[in-house]
């Protein structure tokens, strides 16, 4: 699940279908230290049990489809301060273009999880209990000669060729929680959404991260308590077992949490990374029941002592409550992973994060870089501190709708609906990368192509960070935008080996594109390359988000978030959403592409 600044559109259960509306961000232009803390407060971490991923094959049958969707979320809405920053309208960024290729020497790929497999995992008592979901929110982590795959909701452990070597599992059958939907007797079990994973070169160890809200069985309703759930694989091998740690994220005064305004609350859409010490979590925080938004909230532990199967303390800042430039709130502070061991030691031990300013939903020219350090300190009493800064970078802004190339919509036939566009999302900062000293992050933003009207492009930035006195510093080495002429790039994420050699994922789509997974490398000097097509589009996304029948909202969500991730061979693995010409369900057909290029 993703709260934007724009109408979002959630599934929903026969019973009620409700929009996620969430309101602009706000803050003014300058480069200025803006927030620091110190944190010896601590949260409560509980132990959850254990995991496997040994599961069997799940059936493959579309199945009931009473109750095919979720019930409906709370309305969330993100306050705008009174006073709005913005760049000029005729300063819309105006790229010149890259050329799209074929795919270059090095590369191979696979398709990944679908739509199907998402519906249909799950064995036993889970067989059947999917929902219906869009988008998938991909997650990818790879090691010791796997590649494990997350979307919502479910997960698949693949050889580096593309072999399972798990079947597609529920995500709440893996962390032993309630079936989604029990149909026959109406049972609705736990909400889970927005998966992220990781593996660690230090511990070698799987990290997995699952957004977490209990629900009324009867109803499937918000009953009031949220967490994130953190799963750790035992062993270097993901199909094994693992411990899960249940991170409370309520934050009402109950159970060991922070008291914040209208809470309980959701922290929506974890964000994770890690440095030589810690593993980091970044919500945004919404009241369940309730108008508003109490900003970021960021939660660092030992990750040696997940590894191990032991509860580490939960170093906590509230970054929403941090002063912001102007009144603003922060929002989306991504935190960084790295390649290998590529770690910043420094000032005993830095995390960076990333977070983009644009709060008033129009243009900026801004973004925010953050450190923690002393993170050492987290293998026994938490003594952390968190600066950040804010510096000048190209124009960016809120990117629009997308077009697809026209073709065969068998649902949109069926509910007498025009061709969807798909949702641009919003211009938070995406994935974070910490590689050969640098920072590099992308983000969706409007582009103005030649000949043509508005379309969706991506910002990138690569940002040289140091922390000096006890503050954070930063300053642009590289930054520019990937845009292709009459069609449109969206959601990216950049992965990064440790030599500083990157190559960014995304979706390519236009009216002579179906939804298409594609790539560029992105070099600090040269910018960013010609774009090369992995996964062929075969079809237009004909899912149920994107028609106004059966009550949905005529643009069809997308991506929310790909994936990359560098292996240890140097090597840049890459997921992201597409339509192949594969099996669907009756109500949606999207699929994931995995790919693997040399850079």
Partial sequence: MRSTKRTLLLVASGLAIVSLVVGGFFAVHG????????????????????????????????????????????????????????????????????????????????????????????????????????????????????????????????????????????????????????????????????????????????????????????????????????????????????????????NDGQNGTPSHASCPCLGDQPLIGADHYGFYISTNEFPLFSNGFNGAQLYAMSKTALAAGTLPAVAYFDAGSMTAPDGGIWYSVQPATSPGTSYSTANGGTEYFMSALDFSNSLDSRVAVWAMTNTSSLSGTPAISLTNTVIDSEIYGLPPAAQQKSGPTPYGDSVHSPLALLDGGDDRMEQTVYAAGNLWAGLNTVVQTPNGPTRVGIAYFIVKPSVSNGQVGASMVGQGYVAVNQANVLYPSIGVNPAGKAVMTFTLVGRNYYPSAAYASIDPTSGAGDVHIAGAGALPEDGFSGYKEPGFGGTSRWGDYSAAVADSDGTIWLAVEYIPDAQRTLFANWGTYVSHVTP
């Fill in 31 to 250: 480069s200025t230290q803006a927030a620091s803390g110190k944190s010896n407060a601590t949260v409560r971490l509980t132990f959850a049990g254990t995991a496997s991923m040994n599961a069997g094959q799940g059936k493959h049958t579309n199945g009931d489809t009473s109750n095919e969707f979720r019930p409906a979320e709370p309305d969330e809405e993100i306050p705008q301060s009174s006073t709005i920053h913005h760049v000029s309208a005729s300063h819309v960024p105006n790229p010149s273009g890259n050329a799209v290729t074929s795919t270059n020497a090095g590369f191979t790929g696979f398709n990944g999880l679908s739509h199907a497999d998402q519906r249909n995992a799950g064995t036993g008592a889970y067989s059947g209990t999917q929902f219906s979901l869009e988008p998938p929110d991909q997650a990818l982590c790879v090691g010791n000669g796997y590649v494990l795959e997350s979307i919502n909701t479910a997960i698949q452990v693949f050889t580096p060729s593309g072999g399972a070597v798990t079947a597609p599992i529920a995500i709440n059958q893996f962390l032993g929680l309630a079936p989604e939907i029990d149909r026959v007797n109406v049972v609705f079990g736990d909400f889970t959404s927005d998966p992220k994973c990781y593996f660690d070169a230090d511990t070698g160890r799987w990290f997995l991260t699952v957004l977490q809200a209990d629900v009324d069985p009867a109803t499937g309703a918000f009953t009031g308590r949220t967490h994130v759930e953190i799963a750790v694989s035992k062993t270097s091998n993901p199909a094994g077992d693992w411990y899960i740690y249940s991170l409370d994220t309520t």
